[in-house]
């Protein structure tokens, strides 16, 4: 049996930056969500009311991955013996439903003011929709810095990156019911964000959901995997293949290997592991590696022993 290990997901100072950096984005959020919701209502626009909103899951995103980067930094300890690594998931998983709430009321509403469309104060809507751009591509840029081969980090990333085109869609609609009087064109940008929102939702989910159910990741196909495997000379088979995610950046892998009979399982253990880590990008791998039936393990005597470490 053989074990390769090589993760460090959520320690140290990596862990450390990516926290300074969303608590950064955090703070200029909240602030310019607050001063947002106040104009929109001042102004009747469901499209600077819809961009607070998406300024909301922003904020609410970071949170939660500011609380995942903590509870995945906790140490394997007794049943939980992968720690908490699931929790930035999770976190991805729930931004992504928040999108799917938010779509759903905006479209409504959007919809609402199309057939009904109030009089709407163009010229502060162009001017607070610029201040949103600037400021998202502020907190973009900070986020930007953070490890975003973590879902958790990627997902607020994207967050706050459909939200700055979304504050572009909402400057077109402020300069055009500034020039022309066309007060449907603030719910048509409503709808623009509400699109954009449902693109980011199907995103998150769809990654999270595949980690969640344990699906191979991606560039690790199962049947290319055995076939890579079964290829080694000594090997006759494989069966119980196992490949799955434990959370982002963290690949894992399980099978059992049978040789043929007078082979070094050690050796094609070795062998294995290490095509899986060059061909596949699979560290955390455990191996059970048998002869076939009716015969013994053969090991050479100068061989390492049976665990490695990557």
Not at 193 to 199: P, T
Not at 298 to 306: D, H, R, T, Y
Request: with cysteine; net charge negative; aromatic share 8%.
């Amino acid at each position: 049996m053989g074990h390769g290990h090589g993760h460090g997901h959520g320690h140290g100072p990596s862990a450390n930056s990516d926290r300074r950096y969303l608590g950064a984005a955090l703070a200029i959020l909240v602030t310019f969500m607050a001063v947002e919701v106040v104009i929109g209502i001042i102004a009747n626009s469901i499209a600077l009311i819809s961009d607070a909103g998406h300024m909301l899951t922003d904020a609410a995103s970071i949170v939660f991955a500011l609380i995942a980067i903590s509870m995945a930094a906790r140490p394997a300890r007794g049943a939980y013996t992968f720690g908490w690594k699931r929790a930035e998931i999770i976190s991805a998983a729930v931004n992504g439903l928040t999108f799917v709430v938010l779509v759903v009321y905006f479209t409504y509403e959007a919809i609402h003011r199309l057939v009904n469309p109030p009089d709407v104060m163009g010229p502060l809507v162009f001017v607070t929709a610029l201040a949103g751009i600037a400021v998202n591509a502020v907190c973009t840029w900070l986020i930007a810095k953070a490890d975003r081969t973590s879902l958790n980090v990627e997902g607020a990333f994207q967050h706050l990156l459909n939200d700055m085109y979304a504050f572009i869609a909402t400057a077109i609609a402020g300069a055009v019911v500034w020039i022309t009087g066309w007060g449907r064109a603030d719910a048509v940008a409503a709808l623009v964000v509400a699109a954009l929102m449902a693109k980011a939702a199907y995103s998150l989910l769809r990654d999270a959901g595949r980690i969640l159910f344990e699906a191979a990741p991606h560039g690790a196909n199962p049947a290319e995997v055995q076939q890579a495997i079964t290829d080694h000379t000594e090997v006759t088979d494989v069966q119980d293949l196992h490949i799955w995610t434990v959370t982002s950046g963290f690949p894992a892998l399980s099978a059992h290997v049978t040789v043929r009979p007078g082979g070094d399982c050690h050796a094609v253990r070795r062998e294995v592991a290490d095509l899986l880590h060059s061909r596949f990008g699979i560290d955390h791998i455990t191996l059970q590696v048998d002869h076939t039936p009716s015969s013994g393990c053969a090991i050479a005597p100068s061989k390492s022993p049976a665990t490695t470490h990557r």
